[in-house]
């Protein structure tokens, strides 16, 4: 049986490969498990504080991701 693994990360810049560190750094772990992949991310940019991701499409790209695993 094949395992998904989804990453969700926010920061507070805004830009397409501000996600890239992490999405690595999972991406390392994963390869330490022949049947794991990597099924998904969602990244939100311009999130500071706390509850500031919330109205966000992030949230909702996130939600239908998880749905789906």
């Known amino acids: 049986m094949n395992k998904k693994a989804l990453i969700i990360s926010t920061s507070p810049h805004k830009g397409s490969n501000s996600d890239a560190r992490a999405k690595n ?3 390392g772990w994963i390869e330490c498990f022949p049947k ?5 991310s969602v990244f939100g940019g311009g999130v500071t504080g706390t ?5 966000k499409s992030a949230m909702k790209e996130a939600y239908e991701m998880g749905k789906g695993v």
């Open 25 to 27: 750094g999972l991406e």
């Open 36 to 40: 794991a992949r990597l099924a998904g």
């Open 51 to 55: 509850g500031e991701i919330q109205g």
